[in-house]
């Protein structure tokens, strides 16, 4: 996988703070030229190694909460398997997994009358698939967009908070009323490139560019959509990434899942209707990182009576983007359609 330096790293850890910050601030707040930050950006993102993308909300990327499906293949077909779940249109991350599983993804359906067909017929029925399990996520304490690398100091982040308070904090509005033409139209656009400007949007889509502004500011205080950096953990130094599906007291799930959400290798913490109460997805730098959170951090959680830890060894899909050795493809959900 490309290596990325350190000039790399602070750029992708200041999008991760700011994503639709203006190359000048990104600049100004690392220390470069805005004509370095932008051809750094430039190549990462030509190169297929990064994208800033807009991540729906639950409401409008679907029918229902998304669910965590859990497979075990027949041997040797584990990533015969992934592919074909990746090629489903309802499945928004698909990896290959070492452990109690083969295959972990998750999926949400677009209307909730698919959900009988998707999830008791299609994934079954798929070749080299020998049994599966799916869990219906109730919430979610963190998504992988709140996820931030260590690298900034503090005023740093406090010059890039700044403008994301700007441009509005997500959930500050309230997310009632269906949507319109245009805000769905807007909706496609930041789900491919949440950096687009009001100016860039308004040409796109042959509005005035106040009117234009306006939605886009709308739709990003509501949390209908939030920008994130799509990169690959390993990318970023973090080459162990697992799926930790707990068995958790009832009377212990929202406090065990609150807790985890607060943890630095939180990607992506659920609490579900299923086996595993609450998931949590995470990312570590090694073996030594993973030991210390379940003999450690996880041990000294109170309710929580069983655990088994799926390591992923492929990502095939992350938030409907496809990618291969570490390398993203297109954008393929459409906005009717977060993980």
Not at 88 to 107: I, K, N, R
Not at 156 to 165: C, D, E, I, K
């Amino acid at each position: 996988m490309t290596a990325l330096d350190d000039d790399d790293l602070d750029l992708v850890a200041a999008l991760q703070h700011a994503p639709r910050a203006p190359l000048s601030l990104l600049a100004e707040v690392l220390g470069v030229s805005a004509s370095t930050a932008g051809r750094r950006l430039a190549r990462l993102e030509s190169d297929r190694l990064l994208r800033v993308i807009g991540q729906l909300d639950w409401s409008v990327s679907g029918e229902g909460h998304p669910w965590h499906v859990w497979v075990t293949a027949e041997p040797g077909r584990a990533p015969e398997v992934a592919r074909r779940l990746a090629d489903l249109p309802e499945t928004s991350h698909v990896a290959v997994t070492a452990g109690q599983w083969d295959v972990y993804c998750s999926v949400q359906p677009s209307r909730r009358d698919r959900t009988t067909e998707l999830l008791g017929r299609t994934v079954p029925a798929l070749p080299g698939v020998r049994s599966a399990r799916s869990d219906l996520i109730l919430s979610a304490g963190t998504k992988s967009d709140s996820w931030r690398l260590p690298r900034l100091s503090e005023d740093q982040v406090r010059r890039l908070a700044r403008h994301t308070a700007q441009e509005g904090t997500p959930g500050s509005a309230p997310r009632t009323g269906a949507l319109t033409e245009d805000e769905l139209r807007i909706l496609r656009l930041l789900a491919a490139d949440a950096r687009m400007t009001a100016a860039q949007v308004a040409r796109e889509l042959g509005i005035g560019q106040s009117t234009a502004y306006r939605l886009t500011q709308s739709l990003l205080q509501r949390g209908l959509v939030r920008p994130r950096v799509e990169i690959e953990p390993g990318l970023l130094g973090y080459a162990l990434e697992v799926a930790i599906g707990l068995t958790v007291a009832p009377s212990a799930m929202r406090e065990v899942a609150d807790t985890l959400a607060r943890h630095p290798s939180a990607r992506y913490v659920t609490t579900t209707a299923g086996t595993s109460c609450v998931v949590h997805v995470a990312v570590f730098r090694d073996e030594e990182g993973l030991t210390a959170f379940l003999t450690r951090d996880l041990a000294d959680l109170p309710g929580v009576t069983s655990f088994d830890v799926s390591v992923v060894l492929d990502a095939l899909r992350r938030h409907w983007l496809d990618r291969e050795d570490g390398r993203l493809a297109g954008l393929e959900k459409p906005t009717n359609g977060d993980a």
